[in-house]
């Protein structure tokens, strides 16, 4: 081959590789998506998070696959929707998550105590759904696992304090620690009451994931932009309101806005057992 023709060859080599990896920086744009929250949070001035966006992938066969093992207290269309709060509350709060999404666990970290605060006072119900949009985008399986962890600690009354632990204590987006159930295990200890041989169990043997594929087909199918999707009313609030970022002070108000001469709920279902929280946010 003459110096020439190697030369052409080399440069055609070079090119392919740069489109290549024009190609996987484009994928990567459209799986991620960049968004500013500013959450007024303690000395906190502003979040920004990445929104995992729908890639459209399929990380872990069909949503048909196997029984159908909705936790308990499901509720909502196929019962796809973890209720929290009164069910007379006068605002929804609808909240679809991924446990390996990092805005996710921004949002959570920083408007948890607001949610609590106002579900516990009856100004809103949430209902959180699960996806698993980071297996898709990147591999692995920790956002399914973490799902049916959280689906298992709902059927023993403490899914709301095993959520938050799982978020206080989310891995790099991509360390999937959680497709470890025995990290998952591990976790639990921080709620009290939940490490039981029945919660080891439903880890293990993956009791609810088809139910997981089943709410995340439903996420795909739901057109949203990613995760996190917070809606108030069926409305987006999440990262804005119309013109207005989120934040504590905004939600607060928002809520107060919608609840405008309605009663506080007072209707709250009864938990299965041991519903104490005693979550440790370490």
Known sequence: MSENQERKRTARERLQQERARDR?????RRTLIVAAAVVGVLGLAAVVGLIAANSG???????ETGPLSAPSGAQGEEQLAIPVGASDAP??????????CPACAQFENALRDTIH??????????????ATLIDGN?????????????ACAQDAGK??????????????????AFAQNERLIELADKVRG?????FRSCVE???HDSWVRKSNEAFQKGGFRGTPTVQLNGESIFPTKGKEQISVANFKKWVEEANEGKKPGTQRPTAPTGASPGASAS
């Open 24 to 28: 996987a920086r484009d994928r990567r």
């Open 57 to 63: 992938k399929d990380e872990g066969g069909s949503a």
């Open 91 to 100: 605002s929804t709060l609808t909240v679809w998550e991924d446990f390996r």
């Open 117 to 130: 605060e106002l579900e516990k006072a009856g100004e809103i119900r949430v209902e959180y759904h699960l």
């Open 138 to 150: 990147m591999g692995g399986s920790g956002s399914l696992r973490a799902a049916n962890a959280a």
């Open 159 to 176: 899914f709301t304090a095993y959520h938050d632990v799982l978020f206080v204590n989310q891995p790099p987006e991509p360390d999937d």
């Open 194 to 198: 939940l490490d039981t041989p029945a």
């Open 205 to 207: 043997d993956g009791k």
